[in-house]
């Protein structure tokens, strides 16, 4: 059988596109690699002043809960206060558009979530020690902290709690 070179030459190009975009693929992986361990090693040289920041959340938590304002917000809240969120604190990438976070307060411990769009599904991690939520990225838990500093918690906290 005679197979066209018209045919063979656009198997040939099919080929070569294929190849070019499995290379792409494996670099743009690379480089995502590499973000990440950049990522990695800035948050580790920030571990300390993360685990400051972490006591200073458990400490205002504990203060927090133990006022008559804020046990009395826990109580109609059932089990868990949400009292801050944002984009997601446990990947070391931005994940854009749709991507959520919260923590809640409880008694015991803190509470971090994280979902996409409407879903939940994403990781639950309960942190009863602030070397435990020092896992967390190092803006999101600065951001928390300046809201909790600046007293705009109050406002969030209302909010995110009303009926």
């Known amino acids: 059988m005679k197979i066209p070179n018209t045919f063979k030459n656009a198997l040939n190009r099919q080929d070569k596109q294929e190849e070019k975009e499995r290379l792409q693929e494996i670099k743009e992986e690379q480089e995502e690699k590499k973000?990440?361990?950049?990522?990695?090693?800035?948050?580790?040289?920030?571990?300390?002043?993360?685990?400051?920041?972490?006591?200073?959340?458990?400490?205002?938590?504990?203060?927090?809960?133990?006022?008559?304002?804020?046990?009395?917000?826990?109580?109609?809240?059932?089990?868990?206060?949400?009292?801050?969120?944002?984009?997601?604190?446990?990947?070391?990438?931005?994940?854009?558009?749709?991507?959520?976070?919260?923590?809640?307060?409880?008694?015991k411990n803190i509470e971090y979530w994280a979902g996409y769009k409407w879903m939940g599904g994403g990781p639950r991690y309960s942190f009863i020690k602030p070397e435990e939520m020092a896992k967390l990225n190092y803006k999101f838990l600065k951001d928390f902290l300046t809201e909790i500093e600046d007293e705009k918690i109050f406002d969030r906290i209302l909010k995110l709690n009303s009926d």
């Open 35 to 107: 973000q990440r361990n950049l990522f990695r090693q800035k948050e580790n040289s920030k571990r300390g002043e993360k685990i400051e920041i972490c006591k200073k959340l458990f400490a205002w938590k504990d203060e927090f809960l133990k006022s008559q304002e804020g046990a009395r917000i826990f109580n109609k809240a059932s089990k868990n206060l949400w009292v801050f969120g944002g984009s997601w604190a446990h990947e070391p990438r931005e994940c854009g558009y749709g991507c959520w976070a919260r923590v809640y307060f409880n008694p």
